[in-house]
């Protein structure tokens, strides 16, 4: 696991739920998330009690090494987690194992039954998704740190999870990548239900409108989230949209009209509030460019949640819409 953007899931977990976070265990020179290296067996011992595949490859698949790995941490006691699209309960071998030993296999990617069609139809509360120009930009990162800084507030804000990573860390969700296509839409409303008390659910965005794979989802969500609010997500200096070199990010007005345009077959009401930077790759000064520039483009303030936390993009959501505090 040597890419960085491959190894989100691990650093989700370790970021925002460090306290369950034993230890790492990676091959070679994979990503390091400053965690203590550990052995399956050795993880086992020191009281661990599940593996989580950490991994969210292009096409959600195992490798054979991956399967290895998965068996070792069975045959040392662990029960074992995956948010991939190819299923640990759907492999023989695997499921057989588990099996053996009395141990559980969690599928974070699979979607419950009985989904609905969406209707748009309005319904109560308020809702924020979070957009990005391309996927793995950080949408998830900026979702969890609004959702931090408005209850830091004393506001009613929960995170609603989409993704394997943030279903993992909030402990529930929809994945709705694995939802089949007609009812994606329908399965963010049930993710989203009324809700009458003031609050905010601060929805995580999937994909891009821009990328050719995954566009179908973000539109989806655009749909069933029915958001009053959208903050849009990027990482500047990324020479091309993930897994497709030649095919260009757009920039970000396009990027933002495009998705209010989509948006408000839902909600007409929808307006942005700010802009998420991950400047993470640049330096101070380029960060700070960057930042600003974005701002001059969008009349929205810009922040790098890492960096610099969401405040002003709070402050902004704050100035446009009364809430509720708890």
Not at 136 to 152: F, I, Q, W
Not at 211 to 227: E, K, Y
Not at 261 to 286: H, K, M
Request: charged share 20%; hydrophobic share 45%.
């Amino acid at each position: 696991m040597a890419e960085p953007l491959a190894a989100k899931t691990a650093r989700g977990i370790a970021v925002w739920r460090p306290e369950l976070a034993l230890g790492q265990f990676r091959r070679g020179a994979g990503v390091d998330l400053g965690l203590p290296d550990l052995q399956v067996e050795d993880a086992a011992a020191r009281g661990a009690r599940t593996m989580v595949v950490g991994v969210a490859n292009a096409g959600g698949v195992m490798s054979d090494a991956m399967i290895a790995d998965v068996l070792a941490a069975l045959r040392a006691g662990l029960h074992v987690a995956s948010g991939l699209h190819q299923r640990l309960n759907d492999h023989p071998q695997i499921r057989a194992a588990a099996q053996a030993r009395d141990r559980l296999l969690f599928d974070v990617r699979r979607p419950p039954g009985g989904l609905p069609v969406g209707d748009g139809q309005p319904r109560a509360g308020r809702r924020l998704l979070t957009v990005g120009t391309d996927c793995a930009v950080g949408k998830m990162y900026t979702t969890l740190s609004l959702e931090r800084e408005m209850r830091a507030r004393g506001l009613l804000a929960d995170f609603r999870a989409t993704g394997q990573t943030g279903i993992l860390i909030a402990g529930d969700g929809m994945p709705v990548d694995a939802v089949i296509a007609d009812f994606i839409s329908g399965s963010v409303e049930l993710l989203s239900p009324p809700r009458d008390d003031g609050g905010w659910d601060l929805i995580e965005g999937q994909g891009s409108l821009f990328h050719p794979g995954f566009a179908g989802v973000s539109l989806g969500l655009l749909h069933g989230a029915q958001p009053d609010a959208l903050v849009l997500c990027h990482e500047p200096g990324r020479a091309h949209v993930r897994h497709v070199p030649g095919r260009a990010l757009p920039d970000l007005r396009t990027c933002l009209d495009r998705n209010l345009e989509a948006a408000r077959l839902t909600n007409p009401d929808v307006i942005a509030v700010g802009v998420s930077l991950n400047t993470s790759s640049l330096d101070p000064d380029q960060g700070r460019r960057a930042l600003v520039e974005a701002e001059e483009l969008t009349g929205l303030p810009a922040q790098d949640p890492v960096a610099d936390g969401v405040g002003r993009i709070v402050d902004r959501l704050l100035a446009q819409f009364r809430t509720g505090s708890g």
